[in-house]
């Protein structure tokens, strides 16, 4: 990036349900600072700093005495947000990634488009409804909220595995690696990568 000023998005979003305080810095070197008050969430948040680059802060409270599920979508809004204020109209970056992410028995592809058009597609059931409290139908809640926030066609599948936990880390940590292809700013290119002219 030589001299170029990073790009950072800041999100602040306060709710009935949550108070969140988000920020993330693109061209990082995975620094975290992660408390969401989801124990496992913060892990999972942690990986995706560290194993994309980014530098991520997250200040978290919601109403986890109900359940998890508040909290976990509105950082999906927020962190989908902060990617789409830090890469701004998305002029010269790669735009699209993949990952192949495997965990021990678990292998992991993510796929994502910086389109500007929202989509998921999430293919990664597990076999256990809980892991320690958390809920794991809530990382697709999470995937869905990030995706629909960032704007990005982001494809997730699980092409095989059978630990919970390690199918749920290896779609955070290639969603990470996916995403730092793909913001990935090439020299070369001016404007935005599209036949349009515009995403």
Same mark, same amino acid.
């Given at each position: 990036? +030589?001299?170029?000023?990073?790009? !950072?998005?800041?999100? !602040?979003?306060?709710?009935?349900?949550?108070?969140?305080?988000?920020?993330?810095?693109?061209?990082?070197? +995975?620094?975290?600072?992660?408390?969401?008050?989801?124990?496992?969430?913060?892990?999972?948040?942690?990986?995706?700093?560290?194993? +994309?680059?980014?530098?991520?802060? &997250?200040?978290?409270?919601?109403?986890?005495?109900?359940?998890?599920?508040?909290? &976990?979508?509105?950082?999906?809004?927020?962190?989908?947000? $902060?990617?789409?204020? $830090?890469?701004?109209?998305?002029?010269?970056?790669?735009?699209?990634?993949?990952?192949?992410?495997?965990?021990?028995?678990?292998? &992991?592809? #993510?796929?994502?488009?910086?389109?500007?058009?929202?989509?998921?597609?999430?293919?990664?059931? #597990?076999?256990?409804?809980?892991?320690?409290?958390?809920?794991?139908?809530?990382?697709?809640?999470?995937?869905? $909220?990030?995706? !629909?926030?960032?704007? &990005?066609?982001?494809?997730?599948?699980?092409?095989?595995?059978?630990?919970?936990?390690?199918?749920?880390?290896?779609?955070?940590?290639?969603?990470?690696?996916?995403?730092? !292809?793909?913001?990935?700013?090439?020299?070369?290119?001016?404007?935005?990568?599209?036949?349009? +002219?515009?995403?």
């Amino acid at each position: 990036m +030589g001299g170029e000023k990073k790009r !950072q998005g800041s999100i !602040q979003r306060k709710t009935r349900e949550t108070d969140i305080d988000l920020s993330l810095v693109i061209d990082g070197s +995975g620094t975290t600072e992660i408390e969401c008050g989801v124990p496992f969430l913060n892990h999972m948040l942690t990986l995706l700093g560290v194993h +994309g680059f980014f530098d991520l802060t &997250v200040n978290a409270s919601g109403d986890t005495d109900v359940d998890d599920h508040h909290t &976990v979508e509105d950082l999906g809004i927020c962190l989908g947000q $902060a990617f789409s204020e $830090a890469l701004g109209d998305k002029s010269g970056i790669a735009r699209y990634g993949c990952s192949y992410l495997p965990m021990d028995e678990t292998l &992991v592809r #993510v796929v994502v488009d910086i389109s500007n058009r929202p989509y998921i597609h999430y293919n990664a059931p #597990v076999p256990d409804q809980k892991l320690g409290t958390f809920d794991t139908a809530l990382a697709q809640e999470f995937m869905r $909220a990030f995706a !629909q926030h960032a704007g &990005v066609t982001l494809h997730i599948d699980l092409i095989h595995g059978t630990n919970s936990h390690h199918i749920i880390e290896a779609v955070f940590k290639a969603l990470a690696r996916a995403m730092s !292809q793909a913001t990935i700013k090439l020299d070369t290119l001016t404007g935005s990568l599209s036949s349009k +002219g515009v995403l």
